[in-house]
């Protein structure tokens, strides 16, 4: 469920796209009322007040914010005015392109994503990023991991909720006789979340101990690492996403372009459960962890799409 906050009269785009453009007027920019626009529309809502802006003012309202605004607050709320698959091509172009390539970034957004956002996402990373996503995933990376994301992205998975219950009995039993990388690869790429979570239940079922360990075992590195992304995010999404912020959020520093692409991309998705499994992870709530780690515009844009502290 979303948490944003949406004004219960809500202006109409025009009137959005003409208060935007009063910010930028003068020295600097109002970057509140920016806030109080932006963080409380929903993106179709947003959508419209680009389209308004950009015609009205012959003007790129995402090219004005790029100018206007600076450092992680211009990256969260640039990345906020996109449609929701051009936010995760966005995320996966900076990750696959980057000097470094950032695995786990590119991990984190394919296999957290459904064959029909992978669909689309595909579609709009060719138009937005001048090249099919397979191309850069194959030129970023390497090895099985290599084969995972492809697999993952390529691979039409039912999406219904029907089991074959002798499958899922298969896979466990295959699973506990110990596979090579090629066998986790196919089982992973080519089953149904309504298969992988029967699958989670019976492995554990019959075998006494959770599927997760069994992935430990036989596989490591980049590979491992996109296993278990797609068995947490079938297992508890909501859980898995806490688990991450709260890593980005952990120790010296902070990992702010995984704050950033987890906040934005959740907000109008799932984070008010986001939200509770944090707190109950953690004993705090997610505002207050965010509060303490970000400043300025930057913490109050990230907080008014985290809705009250709750």
């Given at each position: 469920?979303?948490?944003?906050?949406?004004?219960?009269?809500?202006?109409?785009?025009?009137?959005?796209?003409?208060?935007?453009?009063?910010?930028?007027?003068?020295?600097?920019?109002d970057?509140?009322?920016?806030?109080?626009?932006?963080?409380?529309?929903?993106?179709?809502?947003?959508?419209?007040?680009?389209?308004?802006?950009?015609?009205?003012?012959?003007?790129?309202?995402?090219?004005?914010?790029?100018?206007?605004?600076?450092?992680?607050?211009?990256?969260?709320?640039?990345?906020?005015?996109?449609e929701?698959?051009?936010?995760?091509?966005?995320?996966?172009?900076?990750?696959?392109?980057?000097?470094?390539?950032d695995?786990?970034?590119?991990?984190?957004?394919?296999?957290?994503?459904?064959?029909?956002?992978?669909?689309?996402?595909?579609q709009?990373?060719?138009?937005?990023?001048?090249?099919?996503?397979?191309?850069?995933?194959?030129?970023?990376?390497?090895?099985?991991?290599?084969?995972?994301?492809?697999?993952?992205?390529?691979?039409?998975?039912?999406?219904?909720?029907?089991?074959?219950?002798?499958?899922?009995?298969?896979?466990?039993?295959?699973?506990?006789?110990?596979r090579?990388?090629?066998?986790?690869?196919?089982?992973?790429?080519?089953?149904?979340?309504?298969?992988?979570?029967?699958?989670?239940s019976?492995?554990?079922?019959?075998?006494?101990?959770?599927?997760?360990?069994?992935?430990?075992?036989e596989?490591?590195?980049?590979?491992?690492?996109?296993?278990?992304?797609?068995?947490?995010?079938?297992?508890?999404?909501?859980?898995?996403?806490?688990?991450?912020?709260?890593k980005?959020?952990?120790?010296?520093?902070?990992?702010?372009?995984?704050?950033?692409?987890?906040?934005?991309?959740?907000?109008?998705?799932?984070?008010?459960?986001?939200?509770?499994?944090?707190?109950?992870?953690?004993?705090?709530?997610?505002?207050?962890?965010?509060?303490?780690?970000?400043s300025?515009?930057?913490?109050?844009?990230?907080?008014?799409?985290?809705?009250?502290?709750?």
């Amino acid at each position: 469920m979303s948490t944003l906050t949406i004004p219960p009269v809500i202006p109409t785009a025009r009137e959005d796209a003409k208060n935007l453009h009063k910010a930028f007027k003068g020295l600097g920019c109002d970057s509140g009322t920016i806030i109080n626009i932006l963080a409380h529309r929903y993106s179709q809502q947003v959508e419209l007040i680009t389209q308004e802006y950009d015609n009205k003012y012959s003007d790129v309202l995402r090219k004005r914010l790029s100018s206007e605004l600076h450092g992680d607050f211009k990256r969260a709320v640039c990345l906020w005015v996109r449609e929701p698959a051009a936010r995760d091509a966005n995320v996966l172009k900076r990750a696959l392109r980057a000097t470094v390539t950032d695995f786990k970034a590119a991990t984190d957004v394919i296999c957290s994503r459904t064959p029909a956002q992978l669909r689309q996402l595909k579609q709009v990373y060719l138009i937005n990023c001048g090249a099919r996503l397979e191309h850069d995933i194959e030129s970023a990376t390497y090895g099985d991991h290599k084969k995972l994301l492809l697999g993952y992205v390529n691979t039409t998975r039912y999406e219904g909720p029907e089991i074959d219950k002798v499958l899922v009995e298969d896979d466990a039993k295959a699973i506990n006789k110990g596979r090579d990388n090629s066998f986790f690869i196919r089982i992973f790429t080519e089953r149904s979340k309504a298969h992988m979570s029967a699958l989670i239940s019976v492995y554990k079922s019959m075998f006494g101990k959770p599927l997760e360990h069994a992935i430990k075992k036989e596989t490591s590195g980049n590979l491992m690492y996109g296993l278990l992304t797609i068995l947490r995010f079938v297992e508890n999404p909501a859980m898995h996403f806490a688990k991450l912020l709260r890593k980005a959020m952990k120790g010296f520093g902070t990992d702010d372009s995984t704050l950033i692409w987890i906040i934005v991309t959740r907000a109008e998705v799932d984070m008010r459960y986001i939200k509770a499994a944090y707190i109950n992870k953690y004993g705090k709530t997610l505002n207050e962890a965010v509060h303490s780690e970000t400043s300025g515009y930057y913490r109050t844009f990230l907080l008014a799409l985290l809705g009250p502290n709750c």
